[in-house]
């Protein structure tokens, strides 16, 4: 989820934990437990620093090992450790256990997101992504904004987010719901899919759709469970030629291809040099597809110049590579 979902998450979250007699049994409790919850529900994604690293470093490792089994059970004891001595008559114990639903939580929702995370590290290095939630769903967000103005007015914030996650409980059934339909309706359309991916989008009744079979790829969108497809490209495979060989090197172009499972390429040689660019097809975006990656070589094959990440204009592309073809 984005980091304002998680936010007012760790507030319904220590909203649950007044709940908890011995939470609310000092003022020192209650405000320990309240920035464990805060912190925890933000925590897993400290690796978004990585942005300022690179690109190519964040898209490997976003959602990666802070993410995993190790770090669930980790990242709530570091933070009781920093946070207990500021609250020593707190009780130890259950600032650790409110703590820990809260990174736990954070973990457990990424995974309905179509971008995932891995999880099941170090078992599984697979990414877990079930795909039924956008990565910011404006009813999930919206409701959580409800629940905390009515604790604002005076209500109780532990039963009043118990009764919102219940109703929550029920829309993620009805999103699995959705998305099955329209699984049904794509494979009907291509009984010979051999992957398809169904992404949600901020609109309730919209789907982005991505297919392949052994010889196309499919891109589409559905609204409630009408299929439309609206892109078609023949799968190519990618020749072991010199050139995309080197390509393949450039540390951007090698965290695209560990990222996206279905994407087309193309290669393109200009005066000076070549391009080599990779599409990822689950994000197409106002006939457009914004998350690329492209490299530039010279002809002795040595890489000018690359980038990944989401674009949406071929001007701020040229200017992320740095280099306009003459």
Known sequence: MDTGTHIVMGLALAGIATLDPVVTESTAATTSVMIGTI??????????????????????NHRGITHSIPAVLLWPIALTAVIYPFFPETNV????????????LHVFV???????????RPFSSKWVALGVINTFDPYIFGIHIVGLLIWALGANPGYTFISIYAILFIYYILRFVAQRKVMKEVKTMIPDATEIIIAPTMKFKQWRIAVMNKHQFFVGR???SKVCI?????????????VLEA???D??????LSFSPVYRWEIDEYDDY?????????YRSNDYYPFVAVVQLNHQLDILTSYTGWIFSEEKLRKKLEIIPG
């Open 39 to 60: 912190i925890g529900s933000q925590i897993p994604d400290i690796d978004t620093v990585l942005k300022l690293k690179s690109n190519a470093v964040y898209i490997r």
């Open 93 to 104: 114990l259950h600032l650790w256990i409110w703590t820990f639903i809260a990174v736990f």
């Open 110 to 120: 990424d995974i309905f997101n179509a971008y995932g995370t891995q999880a099941l």
């Open 222 to 224: 559905a609204i409630d």
């Open 230 to 242: 609206l892109d078609q490209f023949n799968r190519v495979p990618i020749p072991e030629t010199p």
């Open 247 to 249: 390509a393949k090197k």
């Open 251 to 256: 540390k951007n172009l090698s965290a695209f």
């Open 274 to 282: 070549y391009e080599v660019r990779f599409i990822d097809l689950r």
